[in-house]
């Protein structure tokens, strides 16, 4: 059905980007900690920024720099120290990475945007950063995108990629994507970060709108725990380099460019959920029936949300009932008589009312769903402020089996979804144990 | 400072009030399941009642009443089955609960208002009501207010009981309270229930608009798992017993009482959020500088229902980044610079940016207010659907050492406080390890 198909190259797939990742020293643990995503060309820029009232510096700097100059030629990105709630130093210390990067690249630090992650209320390591950035600059190649990926992640347990390709006016054009979030594993950790580089030409008012939607319908439709980071950032790039035709308005081609920017951003956005914390398996909420499409997705987002209902599918327990009060405290109205629930194949509630079922088949229907996913003993792997677990055994994630709870709550044409994960043990044990 | 005293005998401590409590073989367990409070006289009636959209039938039944008629003589409240999503059969239970009330009571069904609680989808066991209702009404007392507390609950921990007196017009006046709730421990299990009785004379209205106030003060600021129920139901009664002249309008008297109204309902709020499931301590969350006292409640509940604030408090860990990450996701505009976070005596955070404290002293007092409340074995005692936890090694309930965290965000006049629970591995093991 998709009119793409999906390629390798992460956000170097699209024509006229280079990245790179490095050990820069940020990081205790030595593990990769600076990223950098080029083009080679002035790109059009767009962002989706954190709506916490605690931001960090580069986020208030991304902002500014986006209002005043809706293009950019990089992204910089570094990990291990979060630069949030680090006052005016902090401020100081974005803006000299800016310029130190500006600097090496030779061009105005007016085209470089700023990402970090790590450690709320400390600063960058300001020192490792300025030995780092020749480093970082002499590393960018056309292939760079996993290491890019590898560089921005802290706690996670798997890196997060993806690039597709279509075709507008007969020519081929690519979206790429690199995204970091696992929750907020270490104390004062946090942060959802994703990159996106695409190739097309479209305009600024038009892609950051394209933007904001397929942010709606991907990374604000996760959640792993309902925390807002401080540093969440989406920045999208569009250079323009598949030589098609600019797009200035909304269009049968924009759609379908839309369409695969919203498919990108889903397919990171699910990475995540999929490693939250603890996290044994991917959980999707279908919601159909509200009055528009808004709703639908408060409700999904309050379902997979709930506490309950995630401890629930951790247990692998077919529990409708604490889907129904999920559902009916997302604040959304609806006829209690019309609601109805299924969990995977099975039809749990129907008419308002539960349903005989195979409970037994329903519970192993869960189990199928949580693979054999490594769990890292983060006692063992987090000390010394280290901000990254084991990756040593890890597998490659799978999003093709999700935990599906597609819930009904009457005859509207809305529709909307979420992602998120069960709760589990090692998520307390993971938030609870790296005690200071 | 406070204008009354604590005195015994829960709702049955005003006078005219007469309960009793049974085992009707609602349970599984065998253990009281049935409860009942009267007036001796017809009491002004005023309820507050679950947002939820999905609601159990005898929600919207008390709803309908109250809406015909404020006044009362009865509250049935039985344990085990929740009454909710059973459609038509459903209500039709619960109108012939009252009717069979209000025969044995030889009074109008009009007269009685009803709550349940147990699990969602299951219809009351009408036979083993019918039974019990006789029973129940020969066990009346005035001194049946513990027999009532112990048939309302179901796998809470403890009994929630209150009661307070002052006087108006140099007569005693009284108001006590009873509660159930502890978050949503059994599969489909849900429900915070509160009943208060109180012996003053107040016109309906006002009652309503005082016990709306109180709730938002109390019930409305506690959180254990964000997880609204379908049953719950706040109900209270003033029968005008204590001969003191009628409250009709705002006044010193009538500020006199709703002050104590929401002492009686914040103490039993502050008891269901201690026996939040698997809580080691009570957390009480105080804003202060915001625009109004609305949005320092919102903080507040924010703040005390973060999962990763929750995890840090169980892990002992002063995190004040979490906190400040809660704050600033709340939905209430304030500057970052103004933030200040205090835990017990330790300043944390000023003007936005972290100081220098006493580690090891800080998560000393978070360990200090744990105290050793008994952990109970859900896998043990939870098997064949046992809506009760083995409750005899329970000890007395300490309410007077929360965590305290102190946020202040501005220079406004707006306070508003939260209470909540640390979230510990049995939290999960409680929701996730009874399978069905």
């Known amino acids: 059905m998709a009119d793409w198909q999906e390629i390798t190259g992460g956000v170097t797939a699209p024509k006229g980007y280079r990245a790179a990742g490095i050990t820069a020293g940020l990081k205790p643990s030595g593990l990769p900690d600076l990223a950098l995503i080029i083009s080679d060309v002035e790109a059009i820029a767009a962002g989706v920024f954190t709506t916490s009232q605690v931001k960090a510096a580069c986020v208030d700097y991304c902002r500014q720099r986006l209002q005043a100059k809706t293009s950019a030629r990089a992204i910089l990105c570094n990990a291990g120290q979060a630069n949030a709630a680090t006052g005016s130093q902090g401020v100081r210390d974005a803006q000299e990475s800016a310029e130190l990067l500006a600097k090496e690249l030779n061009i105005s630090p007016e085209l470089i945007l700023l990402a970090s992650t790590g450690v709320i209320g400390q600063r960058i390591k300001m020192d490792a950063l300025r030995s780092g950035i020749p480093k970082l600059v002499a590393e960018l190649s056309e292939t760079g995108s996993d290491a890019a990926a590898g560089a921005i992640i802290t706690t996670d347990l798997v890196t997060k990629s993806i690039a597709l390709e279509t075709t507008l006016h007969d020519r081929p054009v690519r979206i790429g994507g690199i995204a970091k979030g696992s929750g907020m594993i270490h104390p004062n950790m946090a942060t959802m970060l994703a990159f996106v580089t695409c190739d097309a030409a479209v305009s600024p008012h038009l892609w950051q709108q394209m933007l904001s939607r397929a942010a709606d319908k991907s990374f604000n439709s996760i959640t792993v725990d309902g925390d807002t980071s401080t540093n969440d950032s989406l920045i999208a790039l569009a250079n323009g380099q598949s030589r098609t035709p600019a797009i ?16 990108v951003c889903q397919h990171l956005a699910k990475a995540i959920a999929r490693d939250g914390e603890g996290a044994t398996c991917l959980v999707e909420v279908q919601v159909t029936g509200t009055h528009d499409d808004l709703a639908a997705r408060q409700i999904a987002k309050t379902i997979a949300g709930s506490s309950l209902v995630k401890s629930a599918i951790f247990g692998r327990d077919p529990n409708w009932g604490r889907i129904a009060a999920a559902a009916g405290r997302a604040g959304v109205p609806f006829e209690q008589e019309n609601l109805q629930i299924k969990l995977g194949d099975f039809l749990l509630l129907k008419n308002g009312q539960p349903l005989q079922f195979d409970r037994a088949a ?35 994630q799978r999003l093709d089996n999700p935990v599906i709870i597609a819930v009904s709550v009457g005859n509207g044409h809305g529709t909307g979804k979420a992602w998120g994960c069960d709760l589990s043990y090692d998520y307390v044990k993971i938030n609870a144990e790296y005690t200071t």
Do not use: F, H
């Open 362 to 396: 329903a519970s192993a229907y869960l189990k199928q769903a949580a693979t054999d996913y490594p769990v890292v003993d983060v006692v063992a792997t987090n000390n010394s402020n280290d901000l990254s677990g084991d990756r040593s055994n890890i597998k490659t």
């Open 248 to 263: 200035t308005e909304m269009s049968a081609e924009a759609e379908k460019l839309e369409a695969m920017l919203t498919a």
